[in-house]
């Protein structure tokens, strides 16, 4: 059994920074993406930031040069670092891993961008 487990989520300011973490547990052979999606109210289901095993990245135009992905592959874990949040920011931030054969989602984790 996989479980994916996000966390880091919260309430920040315009301007200010928030840090998502997501680790995958249990029988999971090799990953090889691995990816943050995000969903506002009333939209679908969008991607935020994907990284492969090398390491590179691939940003969607919104977020490049303010969100930061980065991974341990020998952990299995992801994270996301958003820095100069907007309220348009404002989602379910999901957490996405890809075997060979299947793909993993997480819960979610609010992220709600306000003053």
């Known amino acids: 059994q996989v479980q994916v487990v996000e966390s880091g989520g919260g309430l920040v300011q315009p301007g200010g920074s928030l840090r998502l973490s997501c680790v995958v547990s249990g029988s999971i052979f090799t990953i090889y993406d691995m990816a943050w999606y995000r969903q506002a109210p009333g939209e679908q289901r969008g991607l935020v930031a994907l990284?492969?095993?090398?390491?590179?990245?691939n940003y969607a135009d919104s977020v490049r040069g303010r969100f930061i992905i980065s991974r341990d592959v020998a952990k299995n874990t992801v994270s996301l670092q958003m820095n100069t949040l907007k309220p348009e920011d404002t989602a379910v931030f999901y957490c996405?891993?890809?075997?060979?054969?299947?793909?993993?989602w997480g819960q979610g984790t609010q992220v709600t961008v306000s003053s």
């Open positions: 990284i492969n095993r090398s390491g590179r990245t």
């Open positions: 996405r891993a890809d075997t060979l054969r299947d793909t993993f």
